[in-house]
């Protein structure tokens, strides 16, 4: 089992950056993959990047090229750089371990991108 908390989330203008962590209670390494997800009001949840055990990773086509996952075995720790973002990117964002079959999730933290 792994409990995760994400935090790095508030209030950014768009264009501005924000960068989320998603901490784990255990270590990551043996995960299958580490992945951000998000869920705008009124919409299902979506997803956003994932980062496997290779360090391989991939990203929606709404995100990519501005967002960048990443994760640091050591300190059991996912991050999501988010740059230049827009009003469509507000959403609560979820980190996800998927660990032997099994999918775990964090409660969120939210994004809001205005002016």
């Known amino acids: 089992q792994v409990q995760l908390v994400e935090s790095g989330g508030g209030l950014v203008q768009p264009g501005g950056s924000l960068r989320l962590s998603c901490a784990a209670s255990?270590?990551?390494?043996?995960?299958?993959?580490m992945a951000w997800y998000r869920q705008a009001p009124g919409k299902e949840r979506e997803f956003v990047a994932r980062v496997r055990s290779s360090d391989r990773t991939n990203y929606s086509d709404s995100v990519k090229g501005r967002f960048t996952i990443s994760r640091d075995n050591a300190k059991f720790t996912v991050y999501l750089q988010m740059n230049n973002l827009k009003p469509e990117d507000t959403a609560v964002y979820y980190c996800?371990?998927?660990?032997?079959?099994?999918?775990?999730w964090g409660k969120g933290t939210l994004v809001t991108v205005s002016s």
């Open positions: 996800n371990c998927a660990l032997y079959g099994v999918d775990y």
């Open positions: 255990r270590s990551i390494s043996d995960s299958n993959g």
